[in-house]
């Protein structure tokens, strides 16, 4: 993004890829730890949420493609 400022132009790019990038591994880490649980709660229930997983399984793979792409 470039923003000017009278006679100035500043170029953000730099900060909103940083910001993404920050985003996207605190997402991973939180849909990791969400995991973590589930599975561990099965332990304590018997009751396994298969398509809570899968749904979480699938957005840890499709952030952290994102994220390999960003760090390209």
Same mark, same amino acid.
């Given at each position: @993004?470039? %923003?000017? %400022? $009278? +006679?100035?132009?500043?170029? *953000? /790019?730099? +900060? ?7 985003? $996207? /591994?605190? +997402? *991973?880490?939180?849909? =990791?730890? #969400?995991? *973590? #649980?589930?599975?561990?709660?099965? +332990?304590?229930?018997? %009751? @396994?949420?298969? #398509?809570? $997983?899968?749904?979480?399984? #699938?957005? *840890?793979?499709?952030?952290?493609? =994102?994220? =390999?792409?960003?760090? @390209?």
């Amino acid at each position: @993004m470039k %923003i000017k %400022i $009278l +006679n100035r132009t500043l170029v *953000i /790019w730099v +900060n909103r890829t940083q910001d993404h990038k920050d985003y $996207l /591994w605190k +997402n *991973i880490y939180m849909l =990791r730890n #969400e995991l *973590i #649980e589930d599975v561990l709660s099965y +332990n304590r229930s018997g %009751i @396994m949420p298969v #398509e809570k $997983l899968k749904h979480k399984a #699938e957005l *840890i793979k499709k952030y952290s493609q =994102r994220l =390999r792409l960003l760090e @390209m």
